[in-house]
Nanobody, 115 residues
């Protein structure tokens, strides 16, 4: 059974950093396209970053240059390093396999950016 467990969220000040983790189970992570999404209150879920099986990464315009997606194959985990955080980054963050919409979504991890 495919599962995603996100962690690492919390409260950060504007300009600060957080590192999110997503532990995946039920499949070998480095063989698939993985992505991070976020959902702010009252808004639709937004794609923000992807890492492909070959290691190529791509980012949404709102986070490009500030966030970095990476993976740890030994731990079957994908990370999101978030730097220079802004209040508009406040959201619940999720990871998922974009090409497998039937996969269950994890609980997400809350990120709040506020002074």
């Amino acid at each position: 059974q495919v599962q995603f467990v996100e962690s690492g969220g919390g409260l950060a000040q504007p300009g600060g950093s957080l590192r999110l983790s997503c532990a995946a189970s039920g499949f070998i992570l480095n063989k698939y396209h993985l992505a991070w999404y976020r959902q702010a209150p009252g808004k639709e879920r937004e794609w923000i970053a992807s890492i492909f099986s070959g290691g190529t990464t791509t980012y949404g315009e709102s986070v490009r240059g500030r966030f970095t997606i990476s993976r740890d194959n030994a731990k079957n985990t994908v990370h999101l390093q978030m730097n220079n955080l802004r209040p508009e980054d406040t959201a619940v963050y999720y990871c998922h396999r974009p090409l497998y919409p039937r996969d269950s979504w994890g609980q997400g991890t809350q990120v709040t950016v506020s002074s």
